[in-house]
Nanobody, 122 residues
């Protein structure tokens, strides 16, 4: 299984970006998915997660109301719409597949994409 993240870039504070993560697995729809980020010198943290059937989502407090996770199972793709970006959102963003619905448990994620860099200037 491969996860290919894309959509990162350099933007200004207040701008928007949409990240995409395409999966090579035909079983994509069977797994919850998550987006993580890792800023320089910091631990990787969960940003958002979405259940198999896109009815349940989870967000870190720092992004609630600004970020939206979604998925298109027909396209084997999960998205992260990021609005009102702040300099503190600067990080490498990773998508990941989870074995079960337990968003806060990093150990549940067994497959990771390569990361895409988001840089937000002030």
């Amino acid at each position: 299984v491969q996860l290919q993240a894309s959509g990162g870039g350099l933007v200004q504070a207040g701008d928007s970006l949409r990240l995409s993560c395409a999966s090579s697995a035909r079983t994509f729809s069977s797994y919850p998915m998550g987006w993580f980020r890792q800023a320089l010198g910091k631990e990787r943290e969960l940003v958002a997660a979405i259940s198999r059937s896109p009815g349940t989502t989870y967000y870190a407090d720092s992004v609630k109301g600004r970020f939206t996770i979604s998925r298109d199972n027909a396209k084997n793709t999960v998205y992260l719409q990021m609005n009102s970006l702040k300099p503190e959102d600067t990080a490498v963003y990773y998508c990941a597949r989870s074995r079960n619905w337990n968003p806060a448990n990093k150990q549940a994620y067994d497959t990771w994409g390569q990361g895409t860099l988001v840089t937000v200037s002030s």
